[in-house]
């Protein structure tokens, strides 16, 4: 089922967070707002960048911080949060201060590891969480770069680039899994088919 809102929140800067939360919004046609500074203003003409976020429809939603006003009452109204993890220390602590933080406003909570370059991160990370959440890994590329580099979504990236299609092949399966734990398998294969078109 398609959602209508979704958030990437973490209280650990550099995990992820921004990139994904671009990649899903361009793939998914919604809008971007963000209450954290970065340039997806400047490269997605659907993006927004304010602190004072408002409720809205179809839109990926940029957090990177609960405290500024609005936000608690935006992931109420939610339909998924995203919460980015590295495998480092303090990203797993502060992973878990935000699932401890927002679980009592959201039940349905994604971890994501990214930058993992090994089954030994993605464990670490596992192993890490204190609650009982879906844990899934996003390696280590530069695919989610290229994304806001070209201002497009995994999607569009890969459909006309065979050579970038080959270099992020595994990276894209990953994100698959993503979308599908979001909006679910026959949906997710559907939206992937509609922008690169079905084999």
């Known amino acids: 089922m398609m959602i209508n809102r979704g958030a990437c929140a973490t209280l650990d800067g550099g995990a992820g967070k921004t990139a994904i939360a ?14 954290d500074d970065s340039i997806i203003a400047d490269v997605y003409e659907g993006a927004m ?3 004072t976020p408002a409720i809205a429809d179809e839109v990926i939603y940029d957090f990177g911080g609960f405290a500024d006003g609005g ?10 949060l ?3 993890c590295i ?3 303090t990203s797993i602590r502060k992973a878990n201060q935000t699932v401890e933080e927002l679980s009592v406003y959201i039940d349905n909570i994604i971890v994501v590891a990214t930058r993992v370059r090994n089954e030994r991160d993605l464990a670490a990370i596992k192993e890490g969480m204190v609650h009982d959440v879906d844990v899934l ?16 979504g995994v999607y569009t990236l890969i459909k006309h680039d065979a050579k970038l299609r080959y270099a992020y092949r595994n990276a894209v399966v990953e994100y698959d899994d993503l ?4 909006i679910g398998k026959d949906e997710a294969l559907a939206l992937k088919n509609n922008i690169i078109g079905g084999k």
């Open 22 to 35: 671009f990649a899903l919004a361009l793939d998914f046609n919604f809008y971007l707002v963000s209450n």
């Open 49 to 51: 960048i304010t602190d």
């Open 71 to 80: 936000v608690i009452d935006i992931i109420k109204q939610c339909d998924v």
């Open 82 to 84: 995203i919460i980015p």
């Open 87 to 89: 495998n480092d220390k």
């Open 137 to 152: 890994p996003l390696r280590d590329t530069k695919m989610f770069k290229d994304c806001q580099e070209f201002g497009v």
């Open 179 to 182: 979308v599908s734990r979001i």
